[in-house]
């Protein structure tokens, strides 16, 4: 229930990468099975945020036993990620198991309501700040991350998928 299934990925990197070299951001990345198949199958560069140090290396294994050079892993909080550095993100409810302790992927890592908060509110801060044109998929979830200035411009019910681009009317 944690990690993004093949297909998934693969669509939302296509509705994500709008030229070659589009800088996407994964949101809480865990062992990088999205960053590794969205660039398997895109011209992408996919970069994975993670703060359990055991997830990222599992990502960062995974992108070296595929040879790809369009993936890297930043273990970090996401309190700690340059926003500008990319042009598209992807999130798969990142925060959603502060809220949910029974499934949680594990206890490594502290996990609140008030870290739910403050994680979702920092996103959100800085999707707003993103320039226009901006791009956001998300899987599943409340979408709480997603300003008012970005506009829902696909629902895609096969996959479950949203796509949120930032408009300028707002």
Same mark, same amino acid.
């Given at each position: 229930?944690?990690?993004?299934?093949?297909?998934?990925?693969? *669509?939302?990197? +296509?509705?994500?990468?709008?030229?070659?070299?589009?800088?996407?951001?994964?949101?809480?990345?865990?062992?990088?099975?999205?960053?590794?198949?969205?660039?398997?199958? %895109?011209?992408?560069?996919?970069?994975?945020?993670? +703060? *359990?140090?055991?997830?990222?290396?599992?990502?960062?294994?995974?992108?070296?036993?595929?040879?790809?050079?369009?993936? &890297?892993?930043?273990?970090?909080?996401?309190?700690?990620?340059?926003?500008?550095?990319? &042009?598209?993100?992807?999130?798969?409810?990142?925060?959603? &198991?502060?809220?949910?302790?029974?499934?949680?992927?594990?206890?490594?890592? &502290?996990?609140?309501?008030?870290?739910?908060?403050?994680?979702? !509110?920092?996103?959100?801060?800085?999707?707003?700040?993103?320039?226009?044109?901006?791009?956001?998929?998300?899987?599943?979830?409340?979408?709480?991350?997603?300003?008012?200035?970005?506009?829902?411009?696909? %629902?895609? *019910?096969?996959?479950?998928? !949203?796509?949120?681009? !930032?408009?300028? !009317?707002?």
């Amino acid at each position: 229930c944690h990690w993004t299934p093949v297909g998934i990925a693969r *669509r939302a990197a +296509q509705l994500l990468v709008t030229k070659p070299g589009t800088r996407v951001l994964d949101i809480g990345c865990g062992p990088g099975k999205f960053c590794v198949a969205a660039a398997m199958t %895109t011209d992408g560069h996919f970069t994975g945020v993670e +703060q *359990r140090e055991h997830l990222t290396a599992t990502a960062r294994w995974m992108a070296r036993k595929h040879h790809l050079s369009n993936v &890297e892993i930043i273990h970090a909080n996401i309190t700690e990620i340059d926003f500008r550095m990319y &042009e598209a993100f992807y999130l798969y409810n990142p925060f959603q &198991e502060n809220t949910v302790f029974i499934g949680a992927i594990d206890f490594t890592v &502290e996990l609140s309501e008030e870290l739910y908060d403050k994680y979702t !509110k920092y996103v959100a801060t800085q999707l707003a700040l993103a320039p226009v044109g901006t791009r956001v998929v998300t899987y599943v979830g409340a979408c709480e991350e997603i300003p008012d200035c970005y506009d829902l411009r696909r %629902t895609d *019910r096969t996959y479950n998928l !949203k796509l949120w681009i !930032k408009s300028a !009317k707002r």
